[in-house]
């Protein structure tokens, strides 16, 4: 009796000091011995240079922090931020300045040929301050056109650009540029990217309208309302969009906008699969680099050939699954890509077929005891999940359950990477 009654006094007594702050040492995790980890979002996504990350952080969402949950299991996690709707290449740019903490330079070359400004903002906090001037790997996971942007700035590190190089001077070139920073980069892991594009802005599908009207709506929110790209930073400054411009000259701003949103260099454009056949002609696989990619599906057969949206997917992606997922003659893209039955299947926003590999790309069903490197290790494809629940989700303002066992499982899966 008298044990108990001294044990409940005890708990008391930490839950007072705990409460006042006046705790013991905490007994932190011995940190693991693999490399950092820097999460790349996709299409709309947010990272730690964002206020709103701070609310609802972008990895984790409705089940909390991700990045804090490994970083208390003993990784060294930091999620980037880049463009919410910039092309693969401008995020690829910001990717490498907000490691570096840095200026975004996107090119010379580029700039001209899609009509913005060289320099973007400077990213005030690099992730990795040391990266640049070491040795230091990094591991790199990418969800959705996070994946695609990846794998965009690791054949940058790699290899440079020659038409960069071609027409800037080597004092003013970006080093990102050079082709000198191979090497640094030990793995990608990639969650639902459309390594092939996604079959929703195809024409005669159209699947994604719904996105692009809440994409547009939200450009035109952030940059009119004061102090609101600081919560959401938008970046697309080069592009001369911001709320110091629409106050300057409001009806050029929104002329500026609407170009933007007619143009070329945007994630829109590069998310669909002539644009993403393209881009991935200028990819592949490096030898010494560890992939690793992630499938889902959240559609199912309706008994007539279709794939209709489980009933717990995201609501703002059952639409538009199931203009995906519907059946009708096989077409040719533009570009002279299939499109048939095999892309019906969905998660909500990519195609099961464009996540599991890019298909000019060598590839293998993970093993463990058979890891390459230089090849797409395909994990088993995962039915529980739709697009968003890669990244926590919403699922009744609980997030997807399992998340975090999922995600340690990632961080020990890299654990192997040498």
């Known amino acids: 009796m008298l044990q108990s009654i001294t044990a409940l006094l005890l708990s008391l007594l930490q839950c007072v000091l705990a409460l006042f702050g006046f705790t013991g040492p905490i007994q932190e995790p011995a940190p693991k011995d693999t490399y950092p980890i820097v999460f790349v979002h996709g299409l709309a996504g947010w990272g730690e240079d964002a206020d709103l990350n701070y609310i609802v952080p972008h990895w984790g969402q409705m089940a909390g922090s991700l990045p804090k949950y490994l970083n208390s299991q003993g990784y060294e996690c930091y999620a980037a931020s880049v463009g919410p709707v910039s092309s693969a290449w401008d995020r690829a740019c910001e990717l490498y300045a907000h490691i570096t903490g840095s200026r975004v330079d996107y090119g010379a070359a580029h700039a001209a040929e899609y009509g913005h400004e060289r320099y ?14 070491s040795d230091r790997k990094i591991h790199l996971v990418g969800h959705s056109f996070g994946g695609m942007t990846a794998r965009l700035f690791i054949q940058l590190l790699e290899e440079g650009s020659a038409a960069e190089r071609a027409v800037t001077p080597e004092e003013a070139l970006s080093p990102l540029f050079s082709g ?55 970046r697309l400054e080069h592009f001369g969009i911001s709320f110091a411009n629409l106050i300057r000259t409001p009806w050029k701003a929104v002329e500026t906008e609407r170009a933007f949103n007619e143009g070329r260099d945007r994630a829109e454009v590069d998310l669909t699969v002539d644009t993403s056949a393209a881009l991935n002609e200028g990819l592949s696989c490096l030898p010494e680099i560890y992939y ?60 099961v077929i464009s996540a599991l590999y890019p298909f000019n790309e060598p590839r293998q069903d993970y093993d463990p005891d058979d890891l390459r490197p230089g090849v797409w290790q395909v994990m088993p494809l995962i039915e529980e999940y739709d ?32």
Request: no cysteine; aromatic share 10%; net charge negative.
């Open 387 to 418: 697009h968003m629940d890669f990244v926590g989700g919403m699922r009744q303002l609980g997030g997807t359950p399992g998340i975090q066992e999922f995600y340690l499982e990632l961080a020990n899966m890299l654990e192997m990477v040498p």
């Open 180 to 234: 000198a920073l191979g090497g640094r980069v030990a793995s990608l892991t990639t969650l639902g990217a459309p390594h092939n594009g996604s079959t929703a802005p195809e024409p005669g599908i159209d699947a994604s309208a719904k996105l692009h009207t809440m994409l547009t709506a939200l450009g035109y929110v952030v940059n009119i309302i004061p102090f609101a790209s600081r919560v959401y930073p938008y």
């Open 120 to 133: 973007g903002l400077t990213y005030k906090k690099a992730l990795l301050p040391d990266w640049n001037d």
């Open 292 to 351: 690793f990619s992630y499938a889902a599906q959240r559609t199912r057969d309706d008994g007539n050939g279709n794939q209709v949206p489980h009933e717990d997917m995201w609501s703002m992606f059952q639409e538009g699954a199931a203009l995906m997922g519907l059946r009708r003659k096989p077409f040719y893209t533009a570009g002279g890509v299939l499109i048939d039955d095999a892309w019906l299947p969905n998660d909500g926003l990519v195609n």
